[in-house]
């Protein structure tokens, strides 16, 4: 998704500036660009490319200044074109990069258009860079703020005019846009991350801002012109990445970092403890009586792992939504629910509009569980439970996944203490389950071997169908979401139940099905699903516990996990389905870490 680096600074910044964009590669995007103010017209360079390749072309062309603004795109308005990369001018003037979906850009460039401004590109942007400029009378804060009043939908900007070389102004509304102060310079970037390195003093903008910087500072308005003290936060920036050492891909060292990411996560939640959630939650926890859990992506898979949790372990009545539409429902309110918002980056457009929805309809008690401190998310809600799977790179998400899940179950046991319906010898099981999480998860790892051996087979077609019950269903519908946008195969997931309901008409020798069989109540009735697929000469792949009983055979391969590892089984039977979507995608050559037109934060609606 678009990120944005800018700098106004008394040394050449686009080295900084080329830092930051890689910094935010990790995001997704499918162009970048970098401009500087220079004396008589601002200059820029772009590519389709790499960030790399950019960085060669600024060097060829000898860019440098003190004030510049950088991009990755991700399109929305507008093909990947060269002409549609980030910074878009105007009139030689006005330089913007844009994060954000500008929802009344047609009636604002019908009205440009009328007033003389010629378009050259597609995007949205322009409209903005245009307006910049029919406002700009010298004073490029003024002009920022008049442009974006007449704004609808969400924009984060950063801005500098070339008539003025030691400023640079940035707004937002609804995306990302954070602040960052050094030493005798001013940044603004999407996230903190672009930034490392360079300074760990931020301000996080409200929608409304209007940032001012100079090199000497920032000063900000509000919605209303007011000026305003935003708090300044010292954020320390999680370990770097590092290298990929002994792996081909970053998503494929995330899959095998999962142990510990988990082991870490779950350090803290020795005893089960409300304080785990920030202090004075007891009460709060105390007083509800349901859980709404929200998120997109991987993060609804975890939430619709953890409904079975709630249920079963903390005895509460569950809804888990897809952010991207309960934000736009009007659904019946309890003033006693728990409204947890699931996310990797805490910066989802959606999972973020889905919490506000909620706060505007009286939600007091809400919690994210998340994997960056300094997110949106863990500043809007009460509560929070950090994650620890450290930075995650592939934009198909695996560790956040398996974190989030250990988060969401010691909270429903957590949530189950609290209520008295689980007694402390319950507990005491549940927190030697995840004692021994991690080992089983290596164990689990330690079958790439046959996982590989699936992948050589399934990469070969085009369409796969997954099936699962429980908990299990959730996995299945994950390892489906894998295995389509890494390898590019088209796959979907059903509840076993629901295969003679329809997906059985598509059951041929052609169409390969995945199973989950963990050993738990629903087996039998799984096996009777998977006589169907065979009764019609579909070929089964299942992913089955020990003691199943399932015997590998003509049209059956069997991937024996190991034995059933209760409630938390859902993170065991993840692995291999991580696994086989990451070495189909191999075998067929696609960019695993950075599939096509996918973004790993995706800030706009
Ligand atoms: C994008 C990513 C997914 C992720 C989803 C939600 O689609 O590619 O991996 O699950 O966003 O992101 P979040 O950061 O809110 O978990």
Redesign the pocket.
């Known amino acids: 998704m678009c990120g944005i680096v800018g700098a106004v600074s008394q040394r050449d910044i686009v080295p900084t500036l080329i830092e930051g964009l890689r910094r935010l590669e990790y995001r997704g995007y499918d162009s970048c660009g970098v401009a500087v103010h220079r004396d008589g017209a601002p200059r820029r360079a772009r590519s389709m490319a790499r960030v790399n390749a950019l960085a060669r072309t600024a060097a060829d062309m000898q860019l440098e200044g003190l004030t510049g603004i950088a991009h990755t795109r991700w399109a929305t308005h507008g093909l990947p074109a060269m002409q549609n990369a980030h910074p878009i001018f105007s009139r030689e003037l006005i330089a913007v990069v844009h994060n954000g979906i500008i929802e009344n850009h047609e009636p604002l460039r019908t009205m440009l258009i009328g007033r003389g401004y010629e378009f050259v590109s597609q995007t949205d942007t322009e409209v903005v860079a245009h307006l910049i400029h029919a406002f700009y009378h010298g004073d490029l804060l003024a002009a920022v703020r008049a442009a974006t009043a007449l704004l609808h939908g969400s924009y984060a900007i950063a801005v500098f005019s070339n008539d003025e070389p030691q400023r640079m102004v940035g707004a937002r509304q609804g995306s990302p846009l954070v602040v960052g102060i050094g030493a005798e310079e001013s940044f603004l970037a999407s996230d903190v991350l672009a930034l490392e390195g360079s300074t760990d003093r931020f301000i996080f903008l409200e929608d409304g801002d209007s940032a001012d910087l100079t090199p000497s500072g920032v000063r900000i308005c509000d919605r209303d012109g007011n000026h305003v003290r935003r708090p300044e936060r010292s954020v320390v920036q999680p370990r770097a990445e590092g290298s990929l050492g002994e792996y081909r891909h970053y998503m494929q060292k995330e899959i095998f970092e999962q142990p510990d990411a988990v082991a870490q996560t779950i350090a803290e939640a020795e005893p089960l403890s409300t304080l785990l959630f920030k202090a004075r939650s007891r009460d709060a926890f105390d007083a509800i009586d349901n859980v709404l859990l929200l ?5 609804h898979y975890s939430g619709q792992v953890a409904k079975h949790w709630f249920e079963s372990i903390a005895r509460l009545p569950v809804q888990v939504e897809i952010a991207s539409e309960y934000r736009y429902r009007q659904p019946v309110e309890s003033s006693r629910t728990l409204v947890v918002v699931i ?3 805490g910066e ?1 457009a959606d ?1 973020l509009a889905a919490l506000k929805h909620a706060q505007a309809l009286g939600h007091e008690h809400t919690l994210a569980i998340c994997n960056v401190a300094a997110s949106a998310m863990m500043r809007a809600t009460k509560w929070s439970f950090l994650t620890k799977a450290g930075r995650e790179i592939g ?3 695996t560790k ?1 996944f398996t974190t989030q899940l250990a988060a969401l179950f010691v909270l429903a046991a957590t949530l189950g203490r609290i209520r008295g319906v689980v007694t402390a010898e319950q507990e005491a099981r549940y927190r030697l389950q995840l004692d021994e999480l991690p080992a089983a998860l290596r164990a689990v790892l330690a079958l790439e071997p046959q996982v590989i051996a699936w992948a050589n087979e399934l990469a070969m077609c085009e369409h796969v169908l997954f099936l699962g019950r429980g908990p299990h269903l959730a996995i299945a519908l994950e390892g489906a979401l894998k295995l389509k946008e890494i390898s590019y195969i088209h796959a979907e997931a059903f509840p076993a139940g629901e295969l003679k309901h329809g997906p059985l008409a598509l059951v041929t020798s052609a169409m390969p099905v995945v199973v989950c069989a963990p050993n738990d109540g629903l087996v039998d009735k799984l096996k009777s699903n998977m006589e169907e697929v065979r009764a019609r000469g579909g070929r089964l792949y299942v992913i089955a516990d020990v003691g199943t009983h399932i015997e590998p055979g003509e049209s059956m391969s069997v991937i024996e996990l190991p034995p059933y590892f209760g409630p938390l089984s859902s993170l065991l039977h993840v692995l291999p389905l991580q696994l086989l979507a990451y070495h189909a995608a191999c075998i067929r050559g696609t960019d695993v870490d950075k599939p096509r037109n ?5 800030t706009v609606d």
């Open positions: 998120g997109c992506g991987t993060s996310s990797q980056s989802t999972t934009v198909a998400s956040a996918l973004a790993k934060s995706v």
